[in-house]
């Protein structure tokens, strides 16, 4: 499969991911919901970087509401770590998607393309709540373009 030409934007974190060999399956890669881990890693260490420990864009919580991966090769166990650049691409009144790009250091290899969406959350009323003025603007500080995920072309082709 050709792999996509990905444009990642300036603003994104991008964190290193070591594979375990419990991250294997019986096909001798990295199984698919390790990927999700390593998504959520990455989502971690890219909010530390943009909005420090104090957490202040996540006064009230975020909840992920849904996650697209588009597998594009195998990755397998290998002693260098993955590459996942994240970065938000879409920000909305209550949600926002974070897009990841799971790479091999030094070389052209993608492993895959995802997408989480997480809505603001208000765990005292126990429901989404709109984003505060100040978080809006904080995710639109690391906005770059979305990726072109095989569901986002699929919708512009009316399926």
């Not at 052209?108 to 003025?133: I, N, Q």
Request: proline share 5%.
């Amino acid at each position: 499969m050709a792999q996509p030409a990905i444009s990642i934007p300036p603003s994104a974190a991008t964190v290193e991911v070591t594979s375990r060999w419990s991250d294997m399956d019986a096909y001798g890669h990295v199984n698919n919901v390790q990927y999700l881990r390593y998504l959520e890693e990455a989502r971690v260490h890219a909010f530390n970087a943009w909005f420090g420990q104090e957490r202040s864009m996540l006064e009230d919580g975020v909840l992920v509401v849904r996650h697209e991966i588009d597998y594009l090769a195998p990755m397998t166990f290998n002693y260098q770590p993955a590459l996942v650049s994240t970065w938000c691409s879409r920000v909305s009144g209550a949600s926002f998607d974070i897009a990841y790009v799971v790479g091999q250091r030094g070389t052209d290899v993608t492993f895959a393309l995802a997408e989480t969406t997480l809505v603001t959350y208000d765990l005292t009323a126990g429901r989404p709540r709109r984003m505060a003025p100040h978080e809006k603007a904080a995710m639109e500080s690391v906005m770059g373009e979305p990726l072109a995920l095989r569901s986002h072309k699929e919708r512009r082709r009316g399926r």
